[in-house]
């Protein structure tokens, strides 16, 4: 797949008319006479490129929406003769496509990500996380080709188990956050309407399904916005110290992104799934002092590790989860889904691309 070059972009000017003819299709098969038409909201992000690879590979027809905030158009091919790519907010692109342009499915990624970014800019945050999500749905809702909605897997957090106490985690469990003068538990919430949204649509007719991911790692993954395996793996290759925040004791567990976007098809192709959540990452916990060990052993890099409080990393206060671990007992028993990428695999995938492309992760700091 290629990643680099200037491809033409799109944007919401150019989308087509109102040209595509209804039709009947339950999104589990290629439309008849065509590929399967597939929307991937926020597609050139870390997750969602990926996902956009595995769909074209199976041989779909893929549209894009994104506007950049964090994900980067060169994630993408750069020319692909089954990939339309819109660079516009999803809102706006939605209103502006034409009613004949309808798709099989919807894979709905976009957000504003990770809690750093959620903490520095609640508003931006909040409102991309409900407002878009309210409006894609209804999209989805109304864009029904030969009167079946079309089928949707929106992409939810381990966050929107904000700080319960329970581990493993499991997707009836109760959720617990912190008061409301902490930003820090918004975007938990948000994802957490998210969810109420999607199930409350699955209940009138949207076959819609719910993944919630726990930490998802790998290649074009950026640092730049806290997360901590791109930091790491940087700074690994820079000779530098690995900030570890707090005592390093707390516990992750950490999903090689191949494995996410393999089981996405999957969930959203499962009728049975549909009107359900399922925990989406891995079981293996570490902690995060131990992570630090491991990327400086398997990059053989000279790197010492540094303990940084956490008032310090983020906001006074700033309250962390010490485990965050999924039960897996109802996406293991709905497609057998199992993780198959060993985390030095990852870490050292991660490591190649950023060595190949060191700009990349100018935000990392060291
Ligand atoms: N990375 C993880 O470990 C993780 C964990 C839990 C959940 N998730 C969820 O997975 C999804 C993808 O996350 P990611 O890690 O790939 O992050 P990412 O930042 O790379 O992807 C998000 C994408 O959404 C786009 N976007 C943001 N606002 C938009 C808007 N208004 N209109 C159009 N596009 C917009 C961004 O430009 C970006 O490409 C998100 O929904 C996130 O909440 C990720």
């Known amino acids: 797949m290629e990643h680099a070059g200037t491809n033409p972009r799109y944007d919401v000017s150019t989308l087509p008319p109102d040209a595509t003819p209804p039709h009947a299709n339950d999104g589990e098969g290629p439309r008849p006479g065509g590929p399967r038409r597939v ?19 199976r041989g779909d027809a ?14 993408l091919p750069d020319r692909h003769e089954r990939l339309r790519f819109f660079e516009a907010d999803l809102s706006d692109a939605l209103h502006a496509l034409g009613k004949g342009e309808t798709f099989d499915q919807i894979y709905h990624l976009a957000a504003a990500v990770g809690v750093k970014l959620v903490v520095e800019d609640p508003i931006t945050a909040i409102e991309t996380n409900i407002a878009r999500t309210i409006d894609l749905l209804r999209f989805a809702r109304s864009r029904a080709p030969g009167g079946v909605p079309t089928p949707t897997l929106v992409v939810s957090s381990s966050e929107v188990y904000g700080k319960g106490a329970k581990t493993p985690f499991a997707e009836d469990d109760d959720v617990v ?29 949207l076959p819609a399904v719910v993944v919630r991911l726990f930490n998802t790692v790998g290649p074009r993954q950026v640092g730049e916005f806290g997360m901590v395996l791109p930091r790491f793996v940087a700074a690994a290759l820079r000779g530098e110290p690995l900030e570890v925040f707090g005592d390093g004791r707390q516990t992750r567990c950490f999903c090689d992104v191949r494995d996410v ?21 891995s079981d293996r916990a570490i902690t995060i002092a131990d992570l630090a060990a491991l990327v400086v052993r398997v990059l053989g890099s000279r790197s010492t590790i540094a303990y940084v409080p956490y008032e310090r990393a983020y906001a006074p206060g700033f309250e962390d989860l010490r485990d965050r671990r999924p039960d897996l007992t109802r996406i293991r028993s709905a497609i057998g889904f199992e993780p198959t990428v060993p985390l030095e695999q990852t870490i050292r995938d991660l490591a190649a691309e950023i060595a190949r492309a060191p700009g990349a992760q100018a935000g990392v700091r060291g």
């Open 177 to 205: 956050y912190g008061p409301t003068t902490m930003s820090r538990w918004c975007y938990g919430c948000s994802k957490a309407v998210d969810e109420y949204l999607a199930l409350a649509h699955a209940a009138r007719g």
């Open 261 to 281: 976007v393999a089981a996405m098809p999957r969930v959203l192709g499962e009728p049975s799934c549909r009107g359900k959540v399922f925990n989406l990452g």
């Open 62 to 75: 893929v549209t894009v929406i994104d506007n950049l905030t964090t994900g980067r158009r060169h994630n």
């Open 39 to 57: 929307l991937v909201t926020g597609g050139s992000g870390f997750i969602g490129s990926h996902l956009v690879g595995l769909l074209l590979d």
